[in-house]
T-cell receptor
Framework: QKEVEQDPGPLSVPEGAIVSLNCTYS??????FMWYRQYSRKGPELLMY????GNKEDGRFTAQVDKSSKYISLFIRDSQPSDSATYLC??????????????FGKGTKLSVKP | DAGITQSPRHKVTETGTPVTLRCHQT?????MYWYRQDPGHGLRLIHY???????DKGEVSDGYSVSRSKTEDFLLTLESATSSQTSVYFC???????????FGPGTRLLVL
């Protein structure tokens, strides 16, 4: 079993829909959780960062962490065609993953249709 | 823009030839990383550096070596390229006190 599981999709939704992206993990020591967005043929860019359990909101994006269930989610409200990208979850035991221990999911490809 | 450039951006090479990829940062950050990204595998860490001349192996380090002689440059070398090393290579950086890693634009490598 991989440490981090993420449904690769693809996920196709109409413009304006609410999108839910999820990752599950097995390592209970993970404390820091990130979502990266990656446009086609580009590098990943940090979208959301959360520590421990709880919710974090930034505009149309909400990140949720449920450590008891080992489950994290990213919600996108009022989705736009510009949100079409691959979304990668990532997590680590240590702050910043400085010891090289940032673990990524395989990514979910999202397409938002006008 | 995280102040990272990668060169070359695209490269086609033949099996058995040496290849060096360069990551250059303008942020003077301490930590630098090399990842490869492949369909079905996601991002996997190859090597990372925590300072000049200080490097360590990641999950998929076999067949790769790295060097960091200056803070701003982190080089990834494939001593003898194989077709299994065809991939997209990303460099990432992290500054002391920063919460996570920031990625460069990537290098697409095709080994024939």
């Amino acid at each position: 079993q991989k440490e981090v599981e993420q449904d690769p999709g693809p996920l196709s939704v109409p413009e304006g829909a609410i999108v839910s992206l999820n990752c599950t993990y097995s390592n209970s020591a993970f404390q820091y959780f990130m979502w990266y967005r990656q446009y086609s043929r580009k590098g990943p860019e940090l979208l959301m960062y959360t520590y421990s359990s709880g919710n974090k909101e930034d505009g149309r994006f909400t990140a949720q962490v449920d450590k008891s269930s080992k489950y994290i989610s990213l919600f996108i409200r009022d989705s736009q065609p510009s949100d079409s990208a691959t979304y990668l979850c990532a997590m680590s035991e240590n702050y910043g993953g400085s010891q090289g221990n940032l673990i990524f999911g395989k990514g979910t490809k999202l397409s938002v249709k006008p | 823009d995280a102040g990272i450039t990668q060169s070359p951006r695209h490269k086609v090479t033949e099996t058995g030839t040496p290849v060096t990829l360069r990551c250059h940062q303008t942020e003077n950050h301490r930590y630098m990383y090399w990842y490869r990204q492949d369909p079905g595998h996601g991002l996997r860490l190859i090597h990372y550096s925590y300072g000049v001349k200080d490097t360590d192996k990641g999950e998929v380090s076999d067949g790769y070596s790295v060097s960091r002689s200056k803070t701003e440059d982190f080089l990834l070398t494939l001593e003898s390229a194989t077709s299994s090393q065809t991939s997209v290579y990303f460099c990432a950086i992290r500054g002391q006190g920063q919460e996570t890693q920031y990625f460069g634009p990537g290098t697409r490598l095709l080994v024939l």
